[in-house]
């Protein structure tokens, strides 16, 4: 308890001194010093020198001729050069651009599809094919064993 009740007095204290520091430098601010009042002197004699300048007009043409002599020639721009525009693109062979839309092959969709299916059958053909294959080489070797038989 007693660390706590320390430790409020002490951020009492800076708080305190804070505020007396904020106080001073308000009254630095608000007090008149000699800076200030030579300051004030001399806004009185920009005021005079403001009254005493003639105008200038930059897009403005007046219609007194006492102001027109005040206008101002407009700025001079420099001239811009598109770097993109000056170098024209290499022409190259120039592709249809809707022949890339559509896939190169349309039933890829399908085959995707029934990829699955299309292997199994190709098992199944397989196995037939090497069936058929030994059936004739089987009948082959009934021939030629017949045959040298007879012989």
Same mark, same amino acid.
């Given at each position: 308890?007693?660390?706590e009740e320390e430790s409020i007095e002490q951020a009492a204290a800076s708080r305190r001194e804070r505020l007396r520091a904020l106080k001073a430098a308000q009254e630095l601010l608000n007090a008149p010093d000699e800076d200030s009042a030579q300051a004030a002197g001399d806004k009185t004699d920009e005021d005079n020198q403001e009254d005493n300048l003639s105008m200038k007009f930059r897009n403005y043409v007046p219609h /007194?001729?006492?102001l027109q002599e005040g206008k101002v020639a407009p700025p001079v721009l420099p001239k811009f050069e598109d770097p993109v525009a000056a170098a024209p693109p290499p022409s190259e062979a120039q592709e249809d651009p809707f022949v890339n839309i559509a896939p !190169? !092959?349309?039933?890829? /969709? *399908?085959?995707r599809d029934v990829q699955k299916k *299309? /292997?199994? *059958?190709?098992r199944r053909t397989q196995k037939a094919i090497f069936k058929l294959m030994e059936q004739q080489e089987q009948e082959k070797q009934l021939d030629e064993g017949g045959n040298a038989i007879e012989d």
């Amino acid at each position: 308890m007693a660390t706590e009740e320390e430790s409020i007095e002490q951020a009492a204290a800076s708080r305190r001194e804070r505020l007396r520091a904020l106080k001073a430098a308000q009254e630095l601010l608000n007090a008149p010093d000699e800076d200030s009042a030579q300051a004030a002197g001399d806004k009185t004699d920009e005021d005079n020198q403001e009254d005493n300048l003639s105008m200038k007009f930059r897009n403005y043409v007046p219609h /007194d001729k006492q102001l027109q002599e005040g206008k101002v020639a407009p700025p001079v721009l420099p001239k811009f050069e598109d770097p993109v525009a000056a170098a024209p693109p290499p022409s190259e062979a120039q592709e249809d651009p809707f022949v890339n839309i559509a896939p !190169k !092959k349309p039933n890829w /969709d *399908l085959r995707r599809d029934v990829q699955k299916k *299309l /292997d199994k *059958l190709e098992r199944r053909t397989q196995k037939a094919i090497f069936k058929l294959m030994e059936q004739q080489e089987q009948e082959k070797q009934l021939d030629e064993g017949g045959n040298a038989i007879e012989d």
